[in-house]
């Protein structure tokens, strides 16, 4: 199981890039580096391929909407060039709340625009000539739809790698298995190791069923917190307000996708109640709403016993790397648990 961690966008940057270097020699093997309505992740990834060695560097996510999918190629040839190929493209199609009202672009298909994007993608780092006639992208842009002088172009450059790997955030059956059939990498949320055959299993297996020999195996990253000790169950809270905001507040009614997976997890009342205190207001009581197991079951909080139990139940279910985010009061501390969890993986 690879090591990974998240940056938080929210947070100080370039401390936190800082102490990357630190966390490259504990045996961390890659780095998320998030773009919600913060800084854009870009800039911040070619800082970090300039501070790090093997590090893997991956976008994650990018959105769908907020680049042509010729620029999300370009810049993912960049990003792989400057990094001496450690680039993993990650992508995903956020919500309408942020896509519509940040972007200001119509949140529509996603998982249309997300396979032909991955088309469009690997076209241009084969630098093959880009005539494409897809449902929602067409490249050159068609006569009637322009001056009619556009031209089938390639990549000037030549890209260290032409096939940099591709991770797609999905959590709805059909775009799960459109990820299954042609991404390298799939980036669920709240993952439930024990639940996850219930919830995605018919379309991971439908997608496999589908997928190019090429792409490898899946690579499945989970998310969790982490904090090793007899005494740390009391950080399941740290999980809490994000749960709650994810749960209750990233979408409307119908239309949250979060809130979805907690129904399809068998939380349909608390999910209910989760939205309603969110959408009025009341942050901290839909935070305490929040399941205590859905908490345990997607962190590694606990004793040594218990995160070696859930290293092998998360290994069973297919996972092949971890994106945690390690808990500690320093960064000395912080370091020592991605060495202990790296320790812990490699023995599960």
């Known amino acids: ?66 680049r042509t999918p010729t620029l999300t190629a370009m810049t993912a040839a960049g990003l792989d060039y400057v990094s001496g190929g450690r680039f993993v493209l990650g992508l995903g199609a956020s919500g309408p709340q942020v896509i519509e009202g940040w972007h200001g672009v119509p949140y529509s298909a996603p998982i249309g625009r997300t396979r032909e994007i991955i088309e469009i993608c690997r076209m241009v780092w084969r630098r093959e000539r880009l005539a494409y006639d897809g449902k929602y992208y067409k490249l050159p842009l068609p006569a009637e739809e322009g001056t009619g002088l556009g031209k089938p172009l390639k990549l000037i450059n030549h890209p260290v790698r032409e096939r940099i790997p591709i991770f797609i955030a999905s959590l709805g059956p059909k775009n799960v298995e459109m990820t299954a059939e042609l991404a390298e990498g799939w980036e669920p949320i709240f993952y439930v190791p024990e639940k996850a055959g219930d919830v995605w299993g018919e379309a991971l297996a439908r997608g496999k069923a589908k997928r190019d020999p090429s792409l490898g195996e899946l690579d499945i990253v989970a998310q969790a917190f982490l904090a090793i000790g007899d005494d740390v169950e009391g950080l399941l809270d740290f999980g809490r307000p994000m749960a709650a905001l994810y749960i209750g507040g990233m979408g409307a009614k119908g239309r949250n996708f979060y809130n979805d997976l907690a129904r399809r997890y068998g939380y349909e009342k608390e999910a209910e109640e989760i939205q309603d205190l969110y959408l009025a207001g009341k942050k901290q009581e839909a935070a305490e709403k929040v399941p205590y197991e859905l908490l345990q079951k997607t962190s590694l909080i606990g004793s040594e016993g218990f995160v070696r139990d859930r290293l092998a139940a998360l290994k069973e279910s297919g996972v092949t790397t971890l994106n945690v985010a390690p808990l500690a009061g320093d960064h000395e501390s912080r370091v020592k648990l991605i060495e202990k969890i790296r320790e812990l993986a490699a023995s599960a």
């Open 1 to 66: 199981m690879r090591i990974g961690m998240s940056l938080n966008y929210a947070g100080g940057f370039k401390e936190t890039v800082d102490e990357l270097a630190d966390y490259e020699k504990a045996g961390l093997d890659i780095v998320f580096v998030p773009e919600a309505y913060s800084f854009d992740a870009v800039s911040q990834m070619g800082f970090i391929a300039a501070r790090t060695e093997r590090l893997q560097i991956a976008s994650g996510i990018l959105q769908l909407y907020s």
